[in-house]
Every structure is written in structure tokens, then in C-alpha cells.
């Protein structure tokens, strides 16, 4: 089985930014797709960025342009760079792992964009 652990979330301004990793560890197969989804207090969990085992990314529209997702093989470990934040952007960020149709979560970290 695979563990995904996510850090880096925080408070911060409008305007300012975090970056976010998330550590996967256990039986990690080559030919995987990992992403960041949020989800903020009273709606449903949403798809920030995928990540291909090559390091093809699509981005939401919603997020393009200030956040870029990337990923370290060799640390087994997936970012989310945030720039520019948003209120809107305020959701507890979950790293997930999908392989053979099955998702993987981690617990989540939360980030807070507030004035």
C-alpha cells in the first residue's frame, strides 16, 4: 500500500504564497498518477493539479497560471507552489495518489488566505 503525507499549509495574506509537499512512501509502482485536490468548508473536493509519472501537469483553470505543481522522483515527493493567493483559495489541500482506478489520500493540510 502507498502513505501520502502533506505539509506546508498555513495562514496567509492575499497575494502571498506557501508551497506544499506531499511524501509518498510504500509500494509505489512506476506507471502512476499523482495529484492535489482541495476542498473548501462546505463543498465538494476539487481537482487543483494531476501529475503524470513523466511529469505531464494539467492545472484547473481556476488555479493556472499561479500555481505549479512538480514532483521530485527521486525524494518520492509531490509540491504545489502557490502564488498569488486568494480567499478563494482558502480549502484543506489533499495529495492523492491513483493507480489501477484506486485513489490514495493523505490526511490533507490546511491553508488559510485571509487579510
Known amino acids: 500500500q502507498v502513505q501520502l503525507v502533506e505539509s506546508g499549509g498555513g495562514l496567509v495574506q492575499p497575494g502571498g504564497s506557501l508551497r506544499l509537499s506531499c511524501v509518498a512512501s510504500?509500494?509505489?509502482?512506476?506507471?502512476?498518477?499523482m495529484g492535489w485536490y482541495r476542498q473548501a468548508a462546505g463543498k465538494q473536493r476539487e481537482l487543483v493539479a494531476g501529475?503524470?509519472?513523466?511529469?505531464?501537469?494539467n492545472h484547473a483553470p481556476s488555479v493556472k497560471g499561479r500555481f505549479t505543481a512538480y514532483r521530485d522522483n527521486s525524494k518520492n515527493t509531490l509540491y504545489l507552489q502557490m502564488n498569488n493567493l486568494t480567499p478563494e483559495d482558502t480549502a484543506v489541500y489533499y495529495c492523492?495518489?491513483?493507480?489501477?482506478?484506486?485513489?490514495?489520500w493523505g490526511q490533507g493540510t490546511q491553508v488559510a488566505v485571509t487579510s
Open positions: 492523492n495518489y491513483l493507480c489501477k482506478s484506486k485513489f490514495t
Open positions: 501529475l503524470g509519472t513523466g511529469g505531464i501537469t
Open positions: 510504500g509500494s509505489i509502482l512506476d506507471i502512476h498518477v
